[in-house]
Every structure is written in C-alpha cells, then in structure tokens.
C-alpha cells in the first residue's frame, strides 16, 4: 500500500509540475499556424471538396426529410490559374432523389475569375464570377482570423492521405465558412450561408508535417444549421422537431506540385441566369421540385 500511494503522490506532482510549466493549448496552437504561414506556394495541387446535409424536420403532423451530397475532385493549377474538377451532386427529398454528374472549369477572364460548369444535360457550360481558383493556400489575413478563434487549441498529431499532420481546431464566423464554400460554385442553392449570420462553426485544419502545407479543413454545421432551420419558423415553434443527422464540410489537398497539365477546350457558354447583387456564384441550378418544395417547408 506504502508504494501504492507513493507512486500516486509521484505521479500528481509530475502532472502539476507539466501543467505549470507548460504552454497553453492556445499558445501551442498559434506557433502551430505560425508554423503553417512558412509554407512555400504550390504549383498546383489536388483538392477534394465533400459536403453533407441531411435533415428531417416535422411540424404540425408535416415531416419533412431532405438529403444533399456533394463530391468534387479539383485539379489545380496556381501559375496557370486555371481548375478542372469533375463530381456528383447526390439530392434526395421525400422519397424522390436525383444525381447530377458535375464537371466544372475555372479560369481567368479579364480580370476576373469564372467557372463554368456542365451537368450533361445539354452543350452548354453555365457561367458565373467566383473569387479566385479553389484555394489551398492561406493568406496572412487568414491566417490571423484563424489565431483568434473562438476555443482556438491543437489536436493530437492526425493523419491525411497516409502523411502525419499536425491539427488546430477553433470555432470560425460564418463568413469564413462562406469563403470556403465558393469553391462549390453553387453557395446559395446548397447551403445559404447568409443563413447562418452571427454564427460559428466547430474546424479543424490539419497540416502537412513534412512541409506546413494545407492538408485538410473539416466544419461541422450540425448544430448551427439545426438552430438555423428551427430559427426560420419564428416564434411559433410549438410541436416542431428538427433532426439534422449530418451536416458537414470538408476540403482535403494533396499532391502538391503532381498535377498534370490539361487543355480547357474550346466551351459554348451561357451567363448564369439566378445571378443577383448579393452572390453571383450560381452556376449550378437545383431541380425545380427541390427548390420549389424546399421553399415551402422552409420558408
């Protein structure tokens, strides 16, 4: 018992000896990011964007349940500043589903930068502005939003694409989220993000031990979406339910400075015609019945 309660005793002063001595998570989580801004700009890079939503809200003995996946595989290339991505957009509502095959090209027009994008359904690629090429590098801006996130701490060491990364987890505002999303070229048909004003979002960015560079962005929309949809009933809430089994955001890069070359080839093009003075980065347009029923359950 003596040599019980001697290695307990032992064990404590070693635990408050580390925790007094040692930084915070905080701090440990900004030397991290200020590690990650040493990262060298790619050439080009592959990037993964995966978004998740399924929910199911019940009012008034109405239930609704609505399910949209959507997986784009980007192909990057910085100096050439142009993208090519190819994906699926997965929709089901009610018991009706629908998968649109997405392939999209961004590219520098005058001065500005455009994606094009064709689900098969005819010649004819819809444009419309986006912000930039779908971006793994992080400004120094960025990079000083992220140091003051809400519950800004490290991780344990992960991994992405079998290579160790290092992680930082926050809280980050609803706007950056919204940048994030303008790699999709569709922000206001999926998600709405103005929706989401005022509030923030659990991520975790994880980063390439090897050489600092972006691996992975992951956002959990759960529980901002859930307060989001219960939000736009008003007042009268009584008797309404609302499940949001998964919603989520994830960015992956990889294969920095791998990607191949490719020919944008010559495209018929069209203006996207649901532009308007808030966002014009509208080029994918959902099916009527989705956005149609949608607007009645939701408004």
């Known amino acids: 018992m003596r040599k019980l309660k001697k290695i307990a005793t032992v064990?404590?002063?070693?635990?408050?000896?580390?925790?007094?001595?040692?930084?915070?998570?905080?701090?440990?989580?900004?030397?991290?990011?200020?590690?990650?801004?040493?990262?060298?700009?790619?050439?080009?890079?592959?990037?993964?964007?995966?978004y998740t939503m399924d929910v199911k809200a019940t009012y008034q003995e109405q239930t609704v349940e609505m399910a949209i996946k959507v997986d784009m595989t980007n192909d990057v290339l910085v100096d050439q500043?142009?993208?090519?991505?190819n994906g699926t957009i997965d929709i089901s509502y009610m018991g009706q589903s629908q998968k649109?095959?997405?392939?999209?090209?961004?590219?520098?027009?005058?001065?500005?930068?455009?994606?094009?994008s064709n689900d098969g359904s005819s010649d004819t690629w819809v444009t419309s502005k986006v912000t930039g090429l779908p971006d793994a590098t992080l400004s120094k801006d960025e990079f000083k939003t992220l140091k003051k996130?809400?519950?800004?701490?490290?991780?344990?060491?992960?991994?992405?694409?079998?290579?160790?990364?290092?992680?930082?987890?926050?809280?980050?505002?609803?706007?950056?989220?919204?940048?994030?999303?303008?790699?999709l070229g569709a922000t206001e048909e999926l998600v709405s993000v103005e929706d989401y004003e005022g509030k923030t979002f659990p991520v975790t960015y994880q980063f390439y031990k090897k050489d600092n560079r972006l691996a992975s962005v992951s956002v959990d929309m759960k529980a901002a979406m859930k307060e989001s949809l219960t939000e736009g009933f008003g007042e009268n809430t009584e008797g309404l339910e609302v499940e949001v089994k998964d919603a989520s955001f994830t960015i992956t890069c990889y294969d920095y400075d791998k990607v191949d070359d490719f020919t944008?080839?010559?495209?018929?093009?069209?203006?996207?015609?649901?532009?308007?003075?808030?966002?014009?980065?509208t080029s994918f347009e959902m099916p009527t019945y989705y956005l149609e029923e949608n607007e009645k359950a939701f408004a």
């Open 11 to 50: 064990a404590t002063l070693s635990m408050v000896m580390l925790t007094g001595c040692g930084v915070s998570s905080e701090e440990k989580a900004v030397e991290a990011l200020d590690l990650a801004a040493t990262a060298k700009t790619p050439t080009s890079y592959k990037m993964d964007v995966n």
């Open 81 to 85: 500043e142009k993208a090519h991505a």
């Open 100 to 116: 649109v095959e997405l392939e999209t090209y961004t590219y520098k027009q005058d001065d500005a930068f455009v994606i094009a």
């Open 149 to 183: 996130m809400d519950v800004l701490r490290t991780l344990n060491d992960g991994k992405v694409k079998k290579q160790e990364t290092y992680q930082v987890a926050g809280r980050i505002e609803y706007k950056t989220l919204a940048k994030m999303m303008d790699v």
């Open 264 to 281: 944008i080839p010559e495209l018929k093009v069209s203006e996207s015609t649901n532009q308007n003075e808030e966002s014009d980065d």
